[in-house]
């Protein structure tokens, strides 16, 4: 009884502070994962590329990022979040400076692998903190304030990034990005805590203690481990069908489509993708909440993917559609496309609370997989179907090549839809044990 009556549980102020210096370096990742959709007539006149190689170099960051979901997952468990996340801030800072001097396409390549890399780490931590810091009837809540925090960085790659290269140049705007995130890891390694019994408070997670270190058999085992429940498989593969298409279209391809078939000025371009953007963190914050109150995870999950499915079906069948009818239908594809965070709580729920981080590792891998592949393989598509037109240096592709290239993010979509439909309730409660 009176060790019940000494729990002291963290100030939320405090708990909000450590999360939130996560969660600007996340918005940072975010922000690096969409800029070069507002720069792409200048990085491919300024390298001398087409877009098969401007859809690699955005897809550079991808590589990484999804090649350190897994190792993440894994650190995280045993090593903790500041350590991650200070590191993380650091190798990104250096990879943005590279990709800042770049005198050509191989370091610019070179410079987003490493940035890639590092924020992978951040999302990752940002959940694990918030087990730890936060109650666990809030997570799928905090998760979607997570997903605000990196749009909101997705955002200010837009109009304003692009405002600031049009005043000073791109080198110079991404330049001054890598200098701010060498200050926040300083900030980060001088703040955050793993864990709030490290300051004498009680944690919410009850797997937050030191965890012994991981040898490689180990991690393989918690792996397969993980993979022993169905839900597990279907949580992974799910998602990359609702994020590709939408940051492929937001992160690259919809401003060129725009100004190209629309008659839109790069910035009004950077405007639509936004709106696409800012709706999908809504949506996450929304669908989260939702989900919560109602004790449910499929049914909400399926509903938005089945609902994005939709508008990209549209967005292919009638490419020309008069433009308030393409905004309106860019928010309801970012408010369906927010279910996605749902997948975080629900697979953490249908594996062992122990490999919490391992799990949501695997998860964002599984996100990170459909941008990954499908930025390149759109561009590759435009490429294949290019006639031959230039302006002012930049190639230029038509509509048909466009759709082309849409309908692999339909297809995807379509599959995505499909696997949320075959995993199992979890009622918002832990149904696997430790």
């Known amino acids: 009884m009176i060790a019940e009556k000494e729990r002291k549980f963290p100030p939320r102020s405090l708990a909000w502070l450590i999360w939130g210096l996560a969660a600007v370096f996340y918005f940072t990742g975010f922000y690096q994962r969409l800029a070069p959709a507002v720069i792409t007539e200048l990085l491919m006149a300024d390298f001398g590329i087409g877009a098969a190689a401007l859809g690699n170099l955005s897809a550079f960051y991808f590589y990484s990022y999804v090649a350190m979901q897994l190792p993440t997952g894994v650190m995280v468990d045993y090593l903790g979040p500041r350590r991650l996340l200070a590191c993380g801030a650091l190798v990104s800072a250096l990879g943005t400076v590279l990709f800042a001097l770049a005198p050509d396409i191989y370091l610019a390549y070179l410079g987003r692998f490493l940035v890639g890399g590092a924020v992978a780490v951040a999302w990752v931590a940002m959940l694990k903190l918030a087990a730890c810091w936060f109650p666990g009837e809030r997570f799928a809540t905090v998760t979607g304030l997570a997903l605000l925090c990196g749009v909101s960085g997705a955002v200010a790659a837009g109009v304003p990034f692009r405002y600031l290269v049009d005043l000073f140049g791109w080198r110079e705007v991404i330049f001054f990005s890598g200098l701010f995130t060498l200050i926040l890891a300083w900030v980060i390694w001088l703040v955050i805590r793993d864990d709030p019994r490290e300051l004498g408070l009680e944690s919410y997670s009850p797997r937050a203690e030191a965890q012994p270190r991981a040898s490689v058999s180990g991690i393989i085992k918690g792996v397969r481990e993980i993979f022993r429940y169905r839900n597990a498989w279907l949580l992974v593969a799910a998602p990359g069908g609702i994020v590709g298409p939408l940051l492929t279209f937001s992160g690259l391809w919809g401003v060129p489509f ?16 936004s709106t696409l953007l800012v709706a999908w963190a809504i949506g996450g914050v929304l669908l989260g909440s939702v989900s919560d109150r109602v004790g449910k995870r499929k049914p909400v999950y399926l509903a938005g993917s089945i609902l994005a499915t939709g508008g990209w079906g549209l967005l292919v069948a009638l490419p020309q559609m008069p433009l308030p009818v393409l905004v309106g239908l860019a928010v309801v594809i970012g408010l369906s496309s927010g279910c996605m965070i749902l997948g ?29 592949i499908l930025q390149p393989l759109v561009g590759w598509l435009l490429d294949l179907r290019w006639t031959g037109a230039y302006v002012s240096g930049v190639r230029i592709y038509d509509l048909a090549a466009y759709r082309g290239g849409f309908s692999l993010m339909l297809i995807w979509s379509v599959v995505s839809a499909l696997l949320i439909s075959f995993t199992r309730e979890t009622d918002c409660r832990q149904r696997v044990a430790g």
């Open 258 to 273: 725009l100004t190209t078939h629309h008659g839109m000025t790069p910035r009004e371009a950077a405007a639509v993708a």
């Open 344 to 372: 975080f709580a629900f697979i953490k729920e249908s594996t062992p609370p122990s490999l919490s981080g391992t799990a949501t590792g695997l998860c964002n891998a599984g996100v990170m997989i459909g941008p990954m």
